[in-house]
């Protein structure tokens, strides 16, 4: 199994809404990541974790709370959202956090802030 | 930090033609550079890679060329197919965090 899935797949919420995304991998890597992609734009760094501790918060709102239960899951939870969060987010994962290796993506997961 | 631009932006080219992707980057620290495709709708994903060590590395119709002293890389396509239509990534790492470039939107017109 090389992927990494995420769900759900389209999600559209209200400002004061909460909701989780979700993103899971059996590769058995040590590092996994939420990155923001707006169209036509580059993925950017939100968190990452290594070994299940948070490594890496580019600074990211407190609106967006990242959780790895275990190793193999990744979530994130969002609350009171702003219209410009609309976005795909990607989860990642690689076999170490060296970012010396492959990344590997999941589908992403688009998010609508209404 | 890092900064790595790329160009050109949006890029056309005749099927079978080669396209060129070029990027720079600032820090001469960086020592992992992928390249990832991204096709519409779909996930990114690793085409090639080249580590500092090496100054070059073909995959099939597909090469990647390094210059350390000029700080700048190349993704090389060669008899482009339609399929091969996609945004390309280029990137840089430190070993600490991956550095992406802007993106170049390829199409290649039957």
């Known amino acids: 199994d090389t992927e990494v899935t995420q769900t759900p797949k389209h999600l559209v919420m209200g400002m004061t809404n909460k909701k989780s995304l979700k993103c899971e991998q059996h590769m058995g890597h040590r590092a996994m990541y939420w990155y923001k992609q707006k169209a036509k734009k580059p993925p950017e760094l939100m968190f990452v974790?290594?070994?299940?501790?948070?490594?890496i918060n580019e600074s990211v709102p407190s609106r967006f709370s990242p959780e790895c239960p275990n190793s193999s899951l990744l979530n994130l939870h969002l609350h009171a959202l702003q219209p410009e969060d609309s976005a795909l987010y990607l989860c990642?994962?690689?076999?170490?956090?060296?970012?010396?290796?492959?990344?590997?993506f999941g589908e992403g997961s688009r998010l609508t802030v209404l | 930090g890092e900064n790595v631009e790329q160009h050109p932006s949006t890029l056309s080219v005749q099927e079978g033609d080669s396209a060129v992707i070029k990027c720079t980057y600032s820090d001469s620290a960086s020592n992992y550079f992928p390249w990832y495709k991204q096709e519409l709708g779909k996930r990114p994903q690793l085409i090639i890679d080249?580590?500092?060590?090496?100054g070059e590395k073909k995959d099939q119709r597909i090469a990647v060329t390094l210059n350390k002293t000029a700080k700048h890389f190349s993704l090389h396509i060669t008899e482009t197919q339609p399929e091969d239509s996609a945004v390309y990534f280029c990137a840089a790492s430190t070993g600490n965090q991956f550095y992406f470039g802007t993106g170049t939107s390829l199409t290649v017109i039957p």
């Open positions: 990642a994962s690689s076999q170490e956090y060296r970012a010396s290796g492959e990344l590997f």
């Open positions: 080249i580590r500092s060590n090496v």
């Open positions: 974790y290594s070994y299940e501790k948070l490594s």
